[in-house]
């Protein structure tokens, strides 16, 4: 387990030293943020060296990992010499002055840290329960990990199993896959760390964005990961979670571009256009989300005169989107299950004008709304899908964001769940709780972010 | 799930490395057969494990052929019996 995880911090080290360098997160922003996206990122680069690498016809065994130890040292190195040359230039970050943590600042980490302990604790017991994970995990993820790190070359033998979604983006999987190598065994501790990990750098990546020298950062952290479907998930070993943490990030990103100085603004319309990217290589939900913040940004950049600022987002889109898409022309050219026998154009235009269809999921997404999160935060989805509203009407600019983002977002799955020839009840029942748990973190954020930066004239 | 893909481990030295497995489903079978059919994938990757009798050797899960003879089997001989109950068949020479 030691050299898996010293295949985790390879590329997360080396990231972090790329965002030192660029300048992507500033000083006065919190290393929780900053450690998130470090981590994240060197899970989704390192994702995609590794699918190069398989697709090359390297198997993932021991000459796999010196290759690639090589390839994230060197990169490392790289971007520490950049950092260097760069240090030479003063920050203008302009960082508050901590004062000393009030009562309610305790009371608040004490919330975060008591939800803390319960999830761990779910986690850990979902685990000895269920090393191998949830159905999805070995019906899908985890098999398509095993079938990358035994078969070699022969890995695209896993694309025959039309039930284990041939054409879901592989983040997840070549990531358990490459640390598999590094340890040089199939440990069900690789998919379970990883999966809890991503829960950790979600609600790392909240409680940064908010600066975790506030209170309400603690008590945000503490309402991501309250939801028992949140905890299910961290420990599930599924995609919906990376999804949402890169969705996550990428809005973090866009809502800190107007406050950043030219050269970081620059670097966050890149660094957002990654990590959307990196959620379309993670779930096809997050190639909606692609899809929708470029429609967004494209449209704010025309209205502005400002099209560069789509460039720079574009820029740093394409590398994932470009491997994402040749993946799904080229290797695995399926449509999803839900969408996998759709019928005549006349079946699905009589779907989308079949008002008993609407009411029948309006009916169901109403009730499985009401109860999301379980017992102990039942009534939290509808509870901050309202505080992000009004903090959005008061101006939040990263409210705005995120709404304007996650509205569509729930159009896309509306408009799939109206037009999948599958049962529409099942396929909502089955989906709702996890899909709504990528947008959750996003939301949660909106919904604490009233008080912060107003909107502007400048903003997107 | 870790217990039921524990129980296709002992055909591996049976089947060839790679390729396609054919497996006999239960006629109405349930949610806990599926898992099964899903679980014998798990374990014996990076074979695929397809739902026909097309390929040259069949897992026939416990309890699945149908009683007084199954059409399904006809030109497979056994191959083994494992302790789980489930059978491994190979298409006749």
Same mark, same amino acid.
């Given at each position: 387990?030691?050299?898996?995880?010293?295949?985790?911090?390879?590329?997360?080290?080396?990231?972090?030293?790329?965002?030192?360098?660029?300048?992507?997160?500033?000083?006065?922003?919190?290393?929780?943020?900053?450690?998130?996206?470090?981590?994240?990122?060197?899970?989704?680069?390192?994702?995609?060296?590794?699918?190069?690498?398989?697709?090359?016809?390297?198997?993932?065994?021991?000459?796999?990992?010196?290759?690639?130890?090589?390839?994230?040292?060197?990169?490392?190195?790289?971007?520490?010499?950049?950092?260097?040359?760069?240090?030479?230039?003063?920050?203008?970050?302009?960082?508050?002055?901590?004062?000393?943590?009030?009562?309610?600042?305790?009371?608040?980490?004490?919330?975060?840290?008591?939800?803390?302990?319960?999830?761990?604790?779910?986690?850990?017991?979902?685990?000895?329960?269920?090393?191998?994970?949830?159905?999805?995990?070995?019906?899908?993820?985890?098999?398509?990990?095993?079938?990358?790190?035994?078969?070699?070359?022969?890995?695209?033998?896993?694309?025959?199993?039309?039930?284990?979604?041939?054409?879901?983006?592989?983040?997840?999987?070549?990531?358990?896959?490459?640390?598999?190598?590094?340890?040089?065994?199939?440990?069900?501790?690789?998919?379970?760390?990883?999966?809890?990990?991503?829960?950790?750098?979600?609600?790392?990546?909240?409680?940064?964005?908010?600066?975790?020298?506030?209170?309400?950062?603690?008590?945000?952290?503490?309402?991501?990961?309250?939801?028992?479907?949140?905890?299910?998930?961290?420990?599930?070993?599924?995609?919906?979670?990376?999804?949402?943490?890169?969705?996550?990030?990428?809005?973090?990103?866009?809502?800190?571009?107007?406050?950043?100085?030219?050269?970081?603004?620059?670097?966050?319309?890149?660094?957002?256009?990654?990590?959307?990217?990196?959620?379309?290589?993670?779930?096809?939900?997050?190639?909606?989300?692609?899809?929708?913040?470029?429609?967004?940004?494209?449209?704010?950049?025309?209205?502005?005169?400002?099209?560069?600022?789509?460039?720079?987002?574009?820029?740093?889109?394409?590398?994932?989107?470009?491997?994402?898409?040749?993946?799904?022309?080229?290797?695995?050219?399926?449509?999803?299950?839900?969408?996998?026998?759709?019928?005549?154009?006349?079946?699905?235009?009589?779907?989308?004008?079949?008002?008993?269809?609407?009411?029948?999921?309006?009916?169901?997404?109403?009730?499985?709304?009401?109860?999301?999160?379980?017992?102990?935060?039942?009534?939290?989805?509808?509870?901050?899908?309202?505080?992000?509203?009004?903090?959005?009407?008061?101006?939040?600019?990263?409210?705005?964001?995120?709404?304007?983002?996650?509205?569509?977002?729930?159009?896309?799955?509306?408009?799939?769940?109206?037009?999948?020839?599958?049962?529409?009840?099942?396929?909502?029942?089955?989906?709702?709780?996890?899909?709504?748990?990528?947008?959750?973190?996003?939301?949660?954020?909106?919904?604490?972010?009233?008080?912060?930066?107003?909107?502007?004239?400048?903003?997107? | 799930?870790?217990?039921?893909?524990?129980?296709?481990?002992?055909?591996?030295?049976?089947?060839?490395?790679?390729?396609?497995?054919?497996?006999?489903?239960?006629?109405?079978?349930?949610?806990?057969?599926?898992?099964?059919?899903?679980?014998?994938?798990?374990?014996? +990757? @990076? *074979?695929?494990?397809?739902?026909?009798? !097309?390929? =040259?050797? %069949?897992? +026939? @899960? *416990?309890?699945?052929?149908?009683?007084? !003879?199954? =059409?399904? %089997?006809?030109?497979?001989?056994?191959?083994?019996?494992?302790?789980?109950?489930?059978? %491994?068949?190979?298409?006749?020479?």
């Amino acid at each position: 387990m030691i050299a898996a995880l010293l295949g985790l911090v390879l590329p997360s080290a080396s990231t972090w030293l790329l965002i030192r360098a660029v300048g992507l997160v500033a000083s006065s922003e919190s290393g929780a943020l900053r450690a998130a996206l470090a981590v994240a990122g060197g899970i989704g680069f390192s994702s995609i060296t590794t699918f190069v690498f398989v697709c090359l016809g390297v198997r993932l065994g021991p000459g796999f990992v010196v290759a690639d130890a090589s390839v994230w040292v060197a990169l490392g190195v790289l971007f520490w010499r950049m950092g260097r040359s760069r240090s030479g230039s003063p920050a203008v970050d302009g960082g508050e002055v901590a004062s000393p943590p009030s009562s309610l600042d305790w009371l608040a980490r004490g919330a975060f840290g008591l939800t803390t302990a319960l999830a761990v604790a779910t986690v850990w017991s979902h685990y000895l329960a269920a090393p191998h994970g949830e159905w999805d995990a070995w019906a899908i993820w985890n098999q398509k990990a095993r079938f990358l790190f035994r078969a070699g070359d022969g890995w695209t033998d896993v694309l025959a199993i039309a039930w284990s979604n041939p054409s879901h983006p592989l983040l997840v999987s070549t990531s358990v896959a490459r640390l598999w190598a590094y340890a040089g065994a199939e440990l069900t501790a690789v998919p379970a760390v990883l999966s809890a990990l991503y829960g950790a750098l979600v609600v790392s990546a909240v409680v940064g964005a908010l600066h975790a020298r506030h209170a309400r950062a603690w008590l945000a952290g503490a309402v991501v990961l309250a939801p028992a479907v949140f905890t299910q998930l961290a420990a599930a070993q599924t995609a919906d979670l990376p999804a949402g943490l890169f969705i996550l990030l990428s809005l973090i990103m866009l809502r800190g571009v107007p406050d950043a100085d030219a050269r970081r603004r620059t670097a966050r319309w890149v660094a957002a256009g990654v990590l959307a990217s990196l959620a379309g290589w993670t779930k096809n939900e997050g190639v909606v989300f692609l899809a929708i913040t470029g429609g967004w940004i494209l449209l704010g950049a025309l209205r502005r005169g400002a099209v560069q600022r789509f460039g720079w987002w574009l820029a740093g889109a394409v590398p994932v989107l470009a491997t994402t898409v040749w993946f799904k022309v080229a290797i695995a050219p399926e449509a999803p299950i839900y969408m996998s026998d759709p019928g005549t154009v006349a079946a699905l235009v009589g779907r989308v004008f079949a008002v008993d269809r609407h009411v029948a999921i309006g009916s169901l997404v109403g009730r499985m709304a009401g109860r999301w999160g379980g017992p102990i935060a039942s009534g939290a989805l509808p509870g901050a899908m309202v505080a992000s509203v009004l903090a959005a009407v008061r101006g939040s600019r990263a409210a705005r964001f995120a709404l304007g983002v996650i509205a569509p977002l729930f159009a896309a799955y509306w408009a799939v769940w109206v037009l999948t020839p599958l049962d529409t009840a099942w396929l909502v029942s089955t989906t709702f709780d996890r899909l709504v748990c990528q947008v959750w973190p996003a939301l949660v954020l909106a919904a604490f972010s009233s008080g912060d930066s107003t909107v502007s004239r400048s903003d997107v | 799930m870790a217990r039921l893909a524990a129980e296709f481990l002992p055909f591996v030295p049976f089947l060839p490395p790679r390729g396609e497995i054919g497996y006999l489903e239960k006629r109405g079978g349930n949610d806990d057969d599926t898992r099964t059919y899903y679980a014998s994938q798990y374990a014996l +990757v @990076p *074979r695929v494990v397809l739902s026909r009798t !097309g390929p =040259e050797f %069949l897992i +026939v @899960p *416990r309890d699945t052929e149908v009683p007084g !003879g199954d =059409e399904r %089997l006809a030109g497979f001989v056994p191959v083994r019996t494992f302790p789980t109950g489930h059978r %491994l068949f190979r298409r006749a020479p």
